[in-house]
């Protein structure tokens, strides 16, 4: 399918990837005419490939605010810009609050709030200084929305990240951009982890109102859409990829029309 938004010749950094939706995102900005460089923790199995292009890849632990700096170094001395970052590493296991100790809870908010934040300000020290400025995204949840048990931590974190990317957007105008996708459920490689086999993924579609998961080229191609042109006026808004949100349960449970 032919790209409807050419992002030819920009330079695009998607934290987390090589996997799940982070692929999912790094294809479609390959597939647009991205140059994308992904990194994480652990290279992929495989390279992350589309439309005849592969992305590179450079081991980084997110954690580490100077790794994080020297890498987007690196990208600017071998590419001369960074248009584009997307914040998509992160994640938690399920973990009810009294379960995890105070340590494993703090990792979880370290990955998913303040990760996002140093790799933001190691790329806005390049985007700043360059023409044409650049743009962040975050990816939320809808976690960060609403009640999240078993994903507290999580949903607290992704609360914030949306807080902190609005913040950015009155700090760092006119240069850069910063927004957030709202996600809801996707269907990835692990989506068994968390609805069981595939009838539970499909129960699980059928509480979406579009009637099922997100899949990641769904993120993908909103990632492509606030990395362009075209989201040119688009700063510190909350673009929700979710299917429609969540059926209330009241609706359900209440006995009218029934």
């Known amino acids: 399918m032919p790209a409807i938004i050419d992002l030819s010749g920009t330079v695009a950094v998607v934290t987390g990837g090589t996997r799940g939706v982070g692929a999912g995102i790094t294809r479609a900005l390959l597939e647009a005419g991205a140059d994308v460089v992904t990194c994480a923790r652990r290279p992929p199995d495989r390279p992350v490939e589309a439309a005849g292009r592969t992305a590179a890849f450079h081991a980084v632990d997110l954690r580490d605010a100077d790794a994080v700096t020297a890498f987007f ?3 600017r001395e071998e590419y001369g810009r960074v248009d584009t970052l ?3 590493a992160g994640g938690a296991p399920f973990r009810m609050l009294g379960e995890g100790g105070p340590q494993r809870h703090a990792r979880v908010v ?9 790799a ?3 790329a806005y020290e390049v985007m700043r200084g360059q023409e044409g400025g650049g743009s962040v995204v975050m990816v939320g949840s809808v976690s960060g929305t609403r009640p999240s048990p078993g994903t507290a931590a999580y949903g607290a974190a992704k ?16 240069e ?22 595939e009838d539970g993924v499909a129960a699980v579609g059928r509480t979406v109102p579009l009637g099922r998961l997100a ?13 362009s042109d075209r989201a040119a006026y688009i700063s510190g808004a ?3 990829v979710h299917g429609g949100g969540e059926r209330p349960a009241f609706l359900d449970a209440a006995n009218v029309n029934k």
């Not at 370290?110 to 140093?118: F, G, K, Q, R, Y």
């Not at 850069?176 to 086999?197: A, C, I, K």
């Open 86 to 88: 997307i914040n998509n």
């Open 238 to 240: 909350s673009l929700h």
């Open 159 to 174: 609360a914030g990240l949306a807080n902190l990317a609005s913040s950015m957007a009155v700090e760092w105008a006119p």
């Open 215 to 227: 899949e990641p080229a769904d993120v993908g191609d909103a990632c492509v859409f606030l990395a």
């Open 73 to 75: 170094t690196r990208v």
């Open 120 to 122: 933001s300000l190691a």
């Open 110 to 118: 370290e990955l998913n709030l303040l990760a996002p934040l140093t």
């Open 176 to 197: 850069v951009r910063v927004n957030t996708l709202v996600l809801g459920p996707v269907r990835t490689e692990l989506s068994h982890l968390h609805y069981g086999d």
